[in-house]
Nanobody, 119 residues
């Protein structure tokens, strides 16, 4: 059974920083593309950042230069360092694991962690 457990969310003032963590209980973690998505009230879930098993990272334009995604394959962990936070970054942040195989797509989600940016 695959589990993704996020942590690190909370309340932070504008301009502040937070680091989100995602612990993945998943076989062969290293072959999955790991991503962070977010969903604000009344809005669709959107991709924030992704890091494939190999290759370059990918960021939403709104977070480029402020957020950084990283992974530790030895620990089955993925992180999202968020700097210079803005009120519009307020959302529930979800960890995602995805891979394709000849059997089909494998797509898993965590339960989400709330990030609130407010003074």
């Amino acid at each position: 059974q695959v589990q993704l457990v996020e942590s690190g969310g909370g309340l932070v003032q504008p301009g502040g920083s937070l680091r989100l963590s995602c612990a993945a209980s998943i076989t062969v973690f290293s072959i999955y593309t790991m991503g962070w998505y977010r969903q604000a009230p009344g809005k669709q879930r959107e991709l924030v950042a992704a890091i494939p098993s190999g290759g370059s990272t990918n960021y939403a334009d709104s977070v480029k230069g402020r957020f950084a995604i990283s992974r530790d394959n030895a620990k089955n962990m993925v992180y999202l360092q968020m700097n210079s936070l803005k009120p519009e970054d307020t959302a529930v942040y979800y960890c995602n694991a995805y891979r394709q195989s000849f059997r089909g797509d494998y797509n898993y989600w965590g339960q989400g962690t709330q990030v609130t940016v407010s003074s």
